[in-house]
């Protein structure tokens, strides 16, 4: 093998390695073996500043982390409002990145509008639809025309007081069990209470029952039930029933207690009801009903009852 190519190998050859030796390691640690003072000198020079030392890459970095306990308010104020000065700098030059995705816009007239916000308006529309048309409570008026007294008609229908009563208890909705005070049919009445009821959703509208969800404080006492009387064979209360995209002409029957009452009274207690819809319903499938929001149906103040016509 020829020298030039010992010469060239020779760092990566397995001969240059060996094993320490032992001996002028222990002489390295003598005391006796150089002089401290001159072995420690330069690095002494070094650190109290004597003598300058070649920096390199590393060093010079060093130089961007400034001590700040080294300057005062002033000037790190200053050099706040310079770092903010470059980092605007640095946004102004930076190109603006393309709109992607919903970030888009669509013109729309003479504008553009993010697709995002048109999905959001969309999304409004479409949850406030469903809304509508399985939840919404239906539209209503009072008609004060057709309301009127039965004054032909027995109020407690054929039963004796203690019997209607517990008739009442279990298929109308009693307002004041207190306002049942009377064993004499004389002093009730009932009025027949006429509402158009317009039913907006395409699905069946279902009311089982109505029910006095305010009165005049003057008049608690006196208001005993609230009912439709649509009934079954057996007397059962089934209510009403509003096809979808249609509207009925509905009756809510009122029983007062008119005791010491005049008429005025009897029409200002009427006139201050205010009538709601109870477990209304709307049908989704031919056996499946989903519930709806009340309606709440005052009375007309243009209703004229008497107790005696």
Not at 19 to 36: C, Q
Request: contains cysteine; charged residues 30%; aromatic residues 10%.
């Amino acid at each position: 093998m020829d020298n030039n190519y010992r010469r060239y190998n020779k760092k990566g050859s397995m001969d240059s390695i060996s094993t320490p030796d032992t001996d002028k390691i222990i002489a390295l640690s003598d005391p006796k073996f150089g002089n401290k003072d001159d072995i420690n000198s330069k690095a002494d020079k070094i650190f109290i500043g004597e003598q300058r030392v070649r920096q390199d890459r590393f060093d010079r970095a060093t130089k961007s982390y400034d001590d700040v306990s080294l300057h005062t308010a002033e000037e790190l104020e200053q050099m706040r409002r310079e770092q903010e000065n470059d980092l605007m700098r640095y946004a102004a030059k930076k190109p603006a990145q393309a709109a992607t995705g919903l970030a888009k816009g669509t013109k729309i007239g003479h504008s553009y509008v993010k697709r995002s916000t048109i999905v959001k308006l969309v999304v409004i529309l479409v949850v406030g639809l469903l809304v509508l048309i399985f939840f919404f409570p239906p539209f209503f008026s009072s008609n004060a025309d057709m309301s009127k007294v039965k004054l032909d008609e027995d109020p407690f229908e054929g039963m004796g007081m203690t019997d209607f009563k517990t008739y009442a208890l279990s298929n109308y909705s009693v307002y004041n069990e207190n306002a049942f005070s009377s064993e004499d049919p004389e002093n009730y009445r009932v009025a027949d209470l006429v509402f158009t009821i317009r039913n907006t959703s395409p699905l069946e509208l279902k009311i089982p029952q109505y029910d006095v969800f305010r009165v005049s404080g003057d008049y608690k006492d006196k208001i005993c039930y609230a009912s439709s009387m649509i009934k079954d064979s057996e007397g059962k209360v089934v209510g009403d029933i509003i096809p979808g995209f249609s509207s009925k002409e509905v009756t809510v029957r009122v029983m007062v207690n008119v005791s010491d009452m005049d008429d005025s009274q009897f029409d200002d207690c009427v006139s201050s009801l205010i009538i709601a819809t109870e477990g209304a319903q709307k049908k989704i499938t031919k056996s499946a009903y989903i519930p709806c929001i009340p309606a709440f149906m005052p009375v007309s103040n243009n209703i004229t009852l008497s107790l005696t016509d």
